[in-house]
Each structure stands twice: as structure tokens, then as C-alpha cells.
């Protein structure tokens, strides 16, 4: 529907009615972008605070750990994208052909979803554990093993991607979502012009999809720059920065009381979600009706 | 390994790896040494307050910003809905000082308002469109009976908004129990601390404690997976509306 006009007698109740949620939004969300910016430029700490240019962002840009966090959220948003949104495309199309007990799988698949990011990292430190471990227990079978994952420089940082990598069920459920409103009519007259189900998945599901894994890819993608619970309790971002995200880094800088310098790494962390959706969005067209 | 949730179950019920007497230990631990009961009151606080205080705040902005076109709706519209694709932990320090500056740090009823807060903007968009989706003609025939703005608000908008509210409710409530960022950086005494920090603290407490840990990760994670369970097409249709509108 249209919306209307405001029907006279009516502005004071509608001005209080907005007025709670403007006043969240102010104080949580503008003020604090507004004191991140404007001290991002400051050294502040506690009682101090002296405004000192692009220092922090000089300091920042030389600082080898700061590039190994840009390398490390990027490589978590690459296994996202490369990994995860593509593998959970393709269970949510298996899953839409409603094979026996697609249901259960759906739940199965999706319970992961539900679970917090500390709970998961307990399990993994125990499956990665180097004398306990699953992993370990499992591969000495077969006579290999013995790593020691999380500590180990070359495999830190994979072992923490493969704790996230196969939570599809947000993107099974959106694709599935999607392919319920796609008309049967198309696949018929497809089937009638002899294409196969893989063809007609290719030509007729995909492309329908593309606003859907566009956003999947979306949400990922600002999940993974915040990435933070996972990776502060399996290895703090050890071992020797290895698995450091950029939230990471900030926070440290934030603990050693170094809040402007935390806030120069605050903006960079808005600034590349910002272009990244902006990226996303034109990629995929996002907003534009697929039909 | 298909899903890690099949991990944690046979990590947590496959005794056979560990000495055997352990396995009860853990969950012992959890209540004894932990006090993990102490965190989850803590927990539903914050999630059952924060839901209901971002519910309350969306509902009242999404209605007048649904149904009426004024000089900035468009903006305040768009203002409330990018907070939802911000990533907050860039905000860290930020929200820190603010929350200290208004005596909300380390209390509860400043993470009640905070985890509100939090959830602001995604219910807003939610209920917004939903909102905007409803005939106006029942507002309308009350308005023309001499019905107040808050009349209307109170005994035809919110019933018929209740499918969306319980969507809403549900994901909100998993994200708040879920939420580990805000709560570490925002509290730092042991008792106004939340479930998940309290896993942070089987790890460094109990430094080698599988057992007890994993018990803990299996007792958290228990609540937003029955939740779930019960209502699997709410937290579906809430996280596919918060997702495409």
C-alpha cells in the first residue's frame, strides 16, 4: 500500500512514538560512530585525548600484525565465499527437490546455525586437542597425526576456517526459500525442450538465485570481518599472529588502553564493510527483481 | 565430519576416548565450580529484557514510519535500517565509553538496554515491512470512531502484528543468548556476566578440563537448539525476512 499523509491531530503521537527508538539509535549506534571517527585521528587513552592527525593510521599501515589481520579476515571471507555460500547453494537445491526426509536434513543441517560461537569453539579445541583429540585419535589410525593444530603456524589458521566453513544452514534455508517461488511452469517447458535436471538447475535455478546467494555472500562477508568469539578462545589469534582478525587487533589495541589507535582500526573495519556491500550489491545486482 | 554438531555430540556422549568416570564430572563441574546456573539467570535476563525492550521501541517506530509519509521518514527509515549491515565490533571502544559515561557498564540493566539497543534495528526493519504489508482499513474505520493514535497502536496493530513479533522474539532472543562480543567488552564482574563468557572461563579456569568445558558447550548450546526445535518456522521466516528486506 501507499503511505499516507499524517491525518491532523496526529503528528504529536507519531513524534513520540518514534522518539524511543531515535533515541537508541542515537545513543548506540550514531554517537559511537561519531566518537570513533573523530578520536580515530586522536591519541586517546583514559583522561588524555589529543588530536594527532593520520598518526594513528600511519602507525597503523606499518604495523606488520595489522596486515596479517587484513590477510587472515580475508582469507576467513574467501573460505565464505569459496566454501560455504557454494556448498550451501547446492544442498538447498538438492534439498528444494524434496527427496524423502528432506525435512529432518533441513534441521540437522540448520541446528548449527543456532549455535553460539564459544560453544563451538570449546568443541573444536577439544576435537583439534593434540593427545585427546579426535582428530589425532582418528588419524593415528591410519598411522598419521600427531599435529598439534591450533599451535602449529601452518595449520592455525585453516583448523580455525574449518570450524565455520560447513554452517550452511542460513544459506540452505534463504535458497530454498527462493526456489519455492520459482514457477514450476519454467522447469516443465524445460523438460519438454529435453533439458536435463542439472541443465535445467544451471539455467533455470541459478540465475534465479542470484539475489539470494548475494545476499548469503553479504551476511557472511560482515560476519566474518567482526569475526571475533571463535578465534579469542581457540587461539587468542596465535600462534605468532597466524589467526589475528582485524576485530581482534582492536580489541587488543582497546585492552592496552590505546583507544584511539583501536578506533583508526575501527573505522578501517566500517570502512571495507562498507565496501564490500557496496561491491556485493552491484555484483549481484541486489534489489533488482531476478524475473 | 559432515556437521560439527554431530561432533559435539559424540565428543560429549562418546565416553569411550576419555577414562570413563570423567564424563559425569563434567557436568558436576559446570554447576559446582562454575556456577553456571548463576550466568544463564544473568542470560535470560538479557535475553528475555532485551527482547522485549527492542520489540517495544521497533513496534512504536515501525507503525508511524509504515503507514505515514512525512518530511524525513525516508531518511529516519534508512538511518534505522543501515544499522542493521554496520559490523558493531568496529565500535568497540566507542560503545565502551558510552556506556561507561552513562553508568551502564557492568550492570544489568545496562546490558538490558544495550542488548535492546543492539536489537533495534533488526527488529525495525522486520516489522516495518511487515507493517506496511496490513490493509489500513481497520486503523482507519477506529480513527474515524474517535480512537486515539495509542488506541489503535494498542488494540488493532499490536494483535495483528503478532506473527511478525514472535518471529522477531525468537531470532532475538538466540542472538542475544549467542552474543559474546558486547558481553566481554562490557562487563567484567563474574555476576553480571552471561553464559557465553562463561565458557571463555572453563577454558582459562580449568585450562585442560575437556570434559567440564564441553559439558558447558553442550548445556549453552541446549536452550537455542530446543528453542529452535519448537519453533523452527518462526526463527526460518525471521532470519529469511531480516535477510531480503
Known sequence: ?291 | MLSSFKTADQFTSGSGFWPSPFTDSGYIDAFTQVRLHEYVANTLLYAVGGTTGALTVALLAAYPLARYRFRGSGSITAAFSLALAVPLVGLATPEFFIMRELGLFNSRPGMVIFYAALMFPLSFVVLRSFLASLPPELEEAAHVDGAGYFAILRTIVLPLSRPALATVAVVSFVLIWNEFFFANLLTVSQRNQNVQLALAGFKSQFGSNVTGSLAGATLVMIVPVILFLLLQRQVIAGLTAGATK
Open chain 1, 1 to 291: 500500500m501507499v503511505a499516507s499523509r499524517v491525518p491532523p491531530g496526529m503528528a504529536r503521537p507519531v513524534a513520540v512514538s518514534i522518539a524511543p527508538g531515535a533515541i537508541l539509535f542515537t545513543v548506540f549506534f550514531l554517537a559511537p560512530f561519531a566518537v570513533l571517527i573523530g578520536s580515530s585521528f586522536a591519541s586517546w587513552g583514559g583522561l588524555d585525548f589529543t588530536f594527532t592527525g593520520w598518526d594513528n593510521y600511519q602507525t597503523m599501515v606499518q604495523d606488520p600484525v595489522f596486515w596479517k589481520a587484513v590477510r587472515n579476515t580475508l582469507f576467513y571471507s574467501a573460505v565464505s565465499i569459496v566454501i560455504q555460500v557454494p556448498f550451501g547453494v547446492v544442498v538447498g537445491i538438492i534439498l528444494s527437490q524434496k527427496l524423502p526426509g528432506w525435512r529432518t536434513f533441513r534441521t540437522v543441517i540448520f541446528v548449527p546455525f543456532v549455535i553460539s560461537g564459544a560453544a563451538y569453539a570449546l568443541v573444536y579445541a577439544a576435537f583439534y586437542n593434540s593427545r585427546y583429540g579426535l582428530l589425532n585419535q582418528t588419524l593415528s589410525v591410519v598411522g598419521a597425526g600427531g599435529k598439534d593444530w591450533l599451535y602449529d603456524t601452518s595449520t592455525a589458521r585453516s583448523a580455525v576456517a574449518a570450524t565455520f566453513a560447513f554452517i550452511i544452514g542460513f544459506t540452505v534455508i534463504l535458497v530454498m526459500a527462493e526456489i519455492a517461488s520459482i514457477p514450476r511452469e519454467l522447469y516443465e517447458a524445460a523438460e519438454t525442450d529435453g533439458a536435463s535436471l542439472l541443465q535445467q538447475h544451471l539455467r533455470i535455478t541459478l540465475p534465479l538465485l542470484r539475489n539470494v546467494i548475494g545476499t548469503c555472500i553479504l551476511v557472511r562477508l560482515l560476519g566474518d570481518i567482526g569475526m571475533f568469539d571463535v578465534v579469542f578462545i581457540l587461539t587468542s589469534g596465535g600462534p605468532n599472529d597466524s589467526t589475528v582478525t582485524l576485530a581482534l587487533y582492536a580489541y587488543r589495541a582497546y585492552l592496552d588502553g590505546a583507544w584511539g589507535y583501536a578506533n583508526a582500526v575501527g573505522t578501517t573495519i566500517l570502512l571495507i564493510g562498507l565496501i564490500l556491500i557496496v561491491t556485493v550489491r552491484r555484483a549481484f545486482r541486489i534489489g533488482e527483481r531476478a524475473l
